[in-house]
């Protein structure tokens, strides 16, 4: 079998009620559905999620592959396990809930060309609790890494050679951030396209939370030692 182009991945936890509005804004997103790979990544709902993902890649609509994790371990460790199961040449995620569409985040995959990386960031959707705390993160980010990270959802697209030398190591909410944070570091041509920013199409965001903030903030300090120490 030939390797796809393109792979996308989408975890979810819980989102019996989007999940398939997702996948199908995916398949319209895809000019070539047939070099393409969808990786759902049920991070142990307790919903029908899983039924729902298993009837979506055996619809045969696209070559899409089911990674179920047992327990919910959140966002970091079912991008990890995503990434681990998806084949394809260009590597790429959105979230599960329809806050992003593909298709936009699509429209930075020219720029590798001539950049390693392309990081997406949202635009509007303005909260004003998770701007003063998003604004603490950034100076804290900009401190200890000198990297701007303002405005960045945590999207990338990336090459899969560009993607086996990252070598990202949390498995925690910190995942996406030390992905951006590594390509900055290591000097690379980073790229940016910009992602509208919409409602969840059902339920309630299981991201903002004060324990999520606070095990972000221990991994920036982790990750910051880590550097150092040539990690």
């Not at 696209?62 to 590597?91: I, Y």
């Not at 806050?99 to 060309?113: A, T």
């Not at 705390?133 to 990338?156: E, K, N, P, Q, T």
Request: glycine share 8%; proline share 3%; net charge positive.
């Amino acid at each position: 079998m030939n390797r796809p182009m393109l792979s996308v991945i989408v975890p979810a936890f819980n989102e019996a009620e989007s999940i398939a509005s997702t996948f199908k804004t995916i398949l319209d997103s895809l000019s070539q559905p047939e070099r393409c790979q969808i990786v759902l990544v049920d991070d142990g709902s307790t919903d029908r999620t899983a039924i729902i993902m298993r009837e979506l890649a055996a619809s045969g609509q696209v070559a899409a592959h089911v990674v179920e994790r047992p327990t919910n371990g959140g966002m970091g460790q079912a991008l990890a396990s995503g990434f681990a199961a998806a084949t394809g040449d260009v590597l790429t995620w959105i979230p599960g809930d329809g806050e992003y569409e593909l298709s936009e985040v699509l429209l930075g995959l020219p720029q590798l060309d001539s950049n390693d990386i392309v990081l997406v960031r949202r635009t509007a959707r303005n909260q004003a609790s998770r701007n003063f705390v998003s604004s603490v993160m950034y100076l804290l980010i900009s401190a200890m890494f000198r990297f701007d990270a303002r405005g960045y959802c945590g999207i990338f697209i990336v090459g899969r050679d560009r993607w086996e030398s990252l070598a990202v190591q949390s498995r925690d909410v910190f995942f996406t951030l030390e992905v951006a944070i590594r390509a900055s570091s290591k000097k690379w041509r980073i790229g940016q396209v910009d992602a509208e920013w919409r409602p969840r199409r059902a339920g309630r965001s299981k991201v903002f939370r004060p324990t999520t903030v606070l095990r972000n903030v221990g991994e920036l300090f982790r990750f910051r030692w880590s550097l150092w120490m040539g990690r």
